[in-house]
């Protein structure tokens, strides 16, 4: 009789918000960028998807993903590459280890939960497909560190690979054209730098726009722009970036920040056709964080933005209340101030327009703070036999 045991292994993953944008591919099948990036992880208590990994031969025989109990396709390449990467790996430690059960062969049976609302609008591909591969990892119990896992989950998207670290995170683009030496590394762990806060304003987008893949394609075809942003503008952030992380320098890491989302969004408008991710309630956004320094006389928040509408605000914990309390009175009641102290800062020195059009504008914020990396759990998302919960 063949053996029907259930294996499963269950992670947490977290999103990240980059600070020095990955925006264009040297290669799209090994998924390799033109630039290094860098990010903040950011808190899984907010933002955090859940998988549990299973296999067993009762399964299949395809592998199958549900996400938030709806199917996926993973015929995908990018599903696919993660696939078959990760078996390779099991499937070495099955030939040097014959008493290991085979389960590299074994259909796969993911399943997956985000704990935010997917209509947000928020790039959930980065905890997604850094949750997929850390769960299969755990479940074939792979010795690989958080980078070598790294340059598997790149392949599923780019973002993911800087969601195996938790705090303060670099994707460093490689040489190599294998790709083997394109993977996220370490800047500084959360405990480093854990005052840093984020507060996100999801903009109630009407329309879906270009995605993130096809879109930095055409702007690698089209924009003379981005050759310099690449060739001469990342470096020298990445630098500045690194160092501000290190020294906890938050104007430096502030300035770059925007400088960053500006240069980023400067090649999107040099694409040809255009790409307009900011719409007039982003630009409001950027004018109330601009005024909001203003009135500090020193910079205490700083806006990026990513391909989309909704900005995210990055501030440290000592300004909350003249960051995150000015933004409170500025929108009023919304999802997601509840059970926060934050107090309500006056909006004087605020440019009133754009106060009107951020209130009309944003229709939820998340309040959140840099956070850890994936975390393992033993709590699962199927039952004991194997059925998605
Ligand atoms: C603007 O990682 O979603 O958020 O590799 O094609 O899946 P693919 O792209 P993706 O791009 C993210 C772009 C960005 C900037 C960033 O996160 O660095």
């Known amino acids: 009789m063949s053996d029907n045991k259930i294996y499963q292994a269950s992670t947490t993953a977290p999103v990240n918000i980059a600070v020095v944008k990955y925006w ?22 907010d933002l955090r998807t859940h998988t549990t990994a299973a296999c067993s031969a009762a399964f299949g025989p395809e592998d199958t993903l549900l996400l938030n109990s709806s199917p996926q396709d993973v015929s995908g390449a990018r599903t696919q590459a993660c696939f078959r990467e990760l078996r390779a790996l099991r499937s070495a430690l099955e030939s040097a280890d014959p008493s290991l059960p085979k389960l590299s062969s074994l259909p796969l049976r993911i399943v997956s939960e985000n704990n935010f609302p ?3 609008g928020l790039a959930s591909s980065a905890a997604g497909f850094a949750a997929l591969v850390r769960a299969i990892a755990n479940l074939y119990e792979l010795p690989s560190s958080p980078t070598d896992l790294s340059r598997i989950a790149r392949q599923g998207s780019g973002s993911a690979c800087r969601s195996l670290f938790g705090g303060y995170v670099a994707w460093q683009m490689g040489s190599k054209e294998d790709g083997s030496d394109s993977v996220a590394v370490e800047v500084a762990p959360a405990s480093h730098w854990p005052t840093m ?19 930095m394609q055409i702007t690698v075809a089209t924009s003379e722009l981005f050759q310099r ?56 956004a950027i004018r109330v964080v601009e005024d909001i320094n203003k009135k500090a006389g020193k910079t205490i928040a700083a806006y990026t933005f990513d391909a989309g ?26 999802d997601g101030w ?28 998340i309040l959140t703070s840099v956070g850890e990396g994936p975390i393992r759990t033993e709590e699962s998302l199927i039952t004991a036999t194997g059925e998605p919960l």
């Open 118 to 120: 997917t209509a947000a």
């Open 229 to 284: 942003r690449a060739e001469v503008v990342v470096p020298a952030h990445m630098k500045a970036m690194e160092k501000a992380i290190l020294e906890k320098d938050f104007e430096t890491f502030a300035k770059v920040t925007m400088m960053e989302s500006n240069s980023f969004h400067a090649t999107c408008l040099d694409t040809f056709p255009p790409i307009f991710y900011l719409n007039d309630v982003s630009r409001a």
């Open 338 to 365: 509840q059970g926060r102290e934050i107090k309500a800062q006056s909006t004087e020195g605020v440019d009133a327009r754009a106060v009107q059009v951020l209130k009309d504008g944003v229709s939820r914020v």
């Open 197 to 215: 806060r984020a507060l996100i304003l999801v903009v109630s987008a009407e329309k879906k726009g270009v995605s993130s893949t096809s879109g």
């Open 309 to 334: 509408p909704n900005a995210v605000i990055y501030y440290e914990e000592e300004n909350a209340d003249a960051v995150a309390g000015t933004l409170k009175s500025a929108l009023g009641e919304l």
């Open 24 to 45: 264009g591919k040297r290669d799209a099948k090994l998924n390799l960028p033109t630039n290094s990036s860098v990010s903040v992880t950011l808190s899984q208590s």
